[in-house]
């Protein structure tokens, strides 16, 4: 059962083919590049890699308008490529989790092709269409103030098609049970070259049943449960990690009444509100949207995150929230995207080293799975001079040689970041490496520390109160073992005190030890069970708690 549920306790990499490292020097990555860098995500002890689409694509929206679901783009290789670079990956007991883009596909896709060439056309009913102009032809779009509509029409087809992204980008038809017939076999044929599941995009879009001329769409979550049981019969350990920027009272639906529906989900509303707390100090509204999104069953779980390869959407939050969040990580406005986000990398927007410790700490803390961006791990920066999301996009810096020794190549599929304090000369996994104090060993320290922590991935949680209004304190107990970890978004210093009679599980009151997992420090009780924890501006504790005589004596 343990090993059917291995992302309880994993650390999951998220990365970008294109931008990771390119092996044959035409300036884009490819895997023959990745699988020679595994060695660097096995040391830094990733236990999943997250690829994003690299499938053949006409390429207009980074890959997510696919043509092809059952190859691979020859910009990144073959499928031998693949199948080698998976060969390596379970050499090093390292997962991998691809992209399932099945809510669209490219307009250059066969099946559409041969949608749009008639009425009776084999796969006509595998997209949406319309034969009259809908009333809500401009409304309902994902990325507002480029996008212009989410219906268009088809002069070939002489019908009107939807889409919820880009022109280019026709939905299919989810309710044709030929569509998800044909989705079942894509998920069949990447599970038996060896993948270990699919982050599943755009999950509310995919499952919804479209209608013109109302934004009212039906939701289906009987798919993710058909989804689901197609997934753990074909492989019992795959996952589906979902997409579902939705509020709380919604999640439930998405990991099934039973918690037969997604395994996973990214955790947007809490990601929003981590944010409000790094720009604010304040952690009361953090503290709720954690108690809004508990999870009501043990086979599911929250993905958390800091930055992915799209904008920091901020649409979660009050306008007022909202407004705070871009005074103090976007006041430009070329810094922000689609009226609701921030197109900026983690470590460009807090600005300093403590914070971007403070926010991994946090990250890593909360009760799910936490997933790194490539690049975060050694405080990569962003180029704004590149279109919307492109801003965080950018090659992995490797080296200070030639084009950061991400390639060879003159040109490159983005540019590298080659000015200013987060150039590649500054910043890379080179220099950090030989840096005992750097970004990069600090954060394999923190991947180490969480994975010993098996009580996040798999224990009861808490909040418990300091009567301080900067400063979150979560306890976790699973197994007689117990974590307590304190998080100060304060520039000042703070002493907390912990009441441990406040916990609600009365066996645990014989925490009267804390053993600090970072510093050798123990932190007594005193007589009334209270214990004193200092914490330095945007300072962070793990400890270890409970009665630990038995282990102090051993060790």
Known sequence: MLEELWYKNAIIYSLDLETFMDLNGDGVGDFEGLARRLDYLNAMGIDCIWLAPFQPTPNKDNGYDISDYYGVDPRHGSSGNFVEFMHQANKRGIKVIIDLVVNHTSDQHPWFQDARSSESAKHRDWYVWNKEKPSDWNEGMVFPGVQESTWSYDKKAKSWYYHRFHYFQPD???????????IKRIIGFWLEL???????DAVPFMIESPEPNTSKHELNFDYLCEMRQFVQWRRGEAILLGEANVMPEEN?????????????????????????????????????????TRTHHHTVQWA??????????????????????????APDEDMQLY?????????????????????????????????????????MGDDLSLKERDAVRTPMQWTDDFQGGFSKAEKLVHPIIDKGPYSYHHINVENQRRDPNSMLNWMMSLIRLRQECTEIGWGDWQILKTNKETVLCLHYSWQGSS??????????????????????????????????LMVNYTSEADEKGRHYITLDAYGYRWFRAGDLSHLLKKS
């Open 483 to 516: 974590l307590i970890i304190l998080h100060n978004f304060d520039m000042m210093a703070h002493e907390v005190v912990l009441d441990m009679k406040q916990q609600k599980n009365d066996k645990e009151e014989k925490e009267y030890k804390l053993v600090d």
């Open 172 to 182: 299919l038809n989810w309710d044709n049970p030929d569509v998800r017939a044909e």
């Open 339 to 379: 009226d609701r986000g921030i197109r900026r990398r983690l470590s460009t927007m807090l600005g300093n080293r403590q914070q971007s410790e403070l926010a991994y700490s946090l990250m890593f803390s909360l009760p799910g799975t936490p997933v790194i961006r490539y690049g975060d791990e050694i405080g």
């Open 252 to 292: 439930k639906k998405y990991f099934g009444e039973k918690g037969d529906g997604i395994h996973m989900m990214f955790n947007f509303y809490v990601n929003q509100y981590v944010f409000y707390a790094l720009a604010t100090g304040q952690v009361e509204p953090l503290e709720k949207a954690l108690e809004a």
């Open 304 to 329: 958390h995150f800091l930055r992915n390869h799209d904008e920091l959407d901020l649409g979660r939050l009050s306008d007022e929230e909202r407004e705070e969040v871009f005074s103090r990580f």
């Open 194 to 200: 060896g993948i270990a599941g699919f982050r599943v």
